[in-house]
């Protein structure tokens, strides 16, 4: 099965303005893909944002952006939240990177796109250092930015102790944020696949049961989490090879298996559904 995860190590991405690029965003095209409308959004929330515990009564003013998102209007939700100002970064991060990450075909434009958000992110965290969601953004973001840069590159700048930091300082904010505790514990995972389990603990303080843990955690905070199955099954077999690898695919089926809500999830599960096929 193909991995799931991204290396959350990263060198420092270049300067980026908050448009989005030249080229249009590509139209999400999915079939039996999930339709909602505001009602429908408003009554789901919960199970909707499950994995980042937002706010509805804060939100409630974006809602129609919101339905662009849950509907995979990627581009018209990331220009809805951002016409709104700072009430509307929320909104605007998750559908970029959710766009950036799994729809974009571009890969100059999809790294475009990570670096306006880390940059844009990394703002709010200075203006406002309490700030929960900017906060994941901005890891998500430096994340999947970095696959096109080298573990040395990333370790020679520090950047994989900022990432982790950035995450636990995140958790101590917001104990039940179901994301952080899987991109957490993907960040120990990979770190011991990249470096090995020594140089990890020494180096950035990781730990192969504290992966497990963070994933457990995760997962019991929002069990529909198709992405958070696949990066926990990935981490198994980055740790354990193929004594984990049986139950690594037991994950992915269950993944594969989940209902989908919303567009999101459906693109989840579509990635879990073609990770067992190419097993």
Not at 36 to 44: G, M
Not at 226 to 255: D, P
Request: hydrophobic share 40%; with cysteine.
């Amino acid at each position: 099965m193909p991995g799931q995860s991204r290396t959350l190590l990263s060198a420092s991405p270049s300067s980026a303005g908050t448009a989005t690029p030249g080229q249009p965003w590509q139209p999400l095209r999915l079939a039996d893909q999930p339709r909602l409308d505001a009602d429908a959004v408003r009554a789901q929330w919960p199970r909707l944002h499950a994995g980042q515990c937002l706010s509805l009564s804060d939100e409630l003013p974006l809602l129609d952006g919101w339905v662009h998102f849950h509907n995979g209007e990627f581009e018209q939700a990331y220009s809805f939240g951002m016409a709104q100002g700072p009430a509307g970064k929320a909104l605007a991060n998750r559908a970029q990177a959710v766009y950036a990450n799994y729809v974009e075909p571009r890969e100059a434009t999809r790294l475009q796109l990570f670096r306006q958000i880390v940059e844009r992110t990394g703002a709010q965290i200075d203006a406002e250092p309490a700030t929960c969601d900017a906060r994941y953004w901005y890891a998500y973001a430096l994340g999947r930015y970095s696959q096109g840069t080298s573990v040395a590159r990333a370790h020679a700048q520090g950047f994989g102790r900022k990432l982790k930091g950035a995450l636990e300082q995140l958790l101590e904010l917001q104990p039940g944020h179901a994301d952080a505790h899987l991109a957490l514990g993907a960040f120990h995972a990979e770190v011991i696949d990249k470096v090995g389990a020594l140089v990890g603990r020494m180096t950035y303080g990781v730990h192969a049961d504290k992966a497990e843990e963070l994933f457990q955690r995760g997962l019991s905070l929002n069990p529909h989490s198709a992405s958070g199955l696949m990066e926990y099954a990935n981490a198994l077999v980055m740790l354990h090879g193929r004594k984990r690898q049986a139950e690594a695919t037991q994950l992915y089926e269950q993944a594969a298996a989940l209902p989908a809500a919303d567009a999101r999830e459906q693109l989840d599960r579509e990635a879990a559904r073609a990770g067992l096929a190419e097993a």
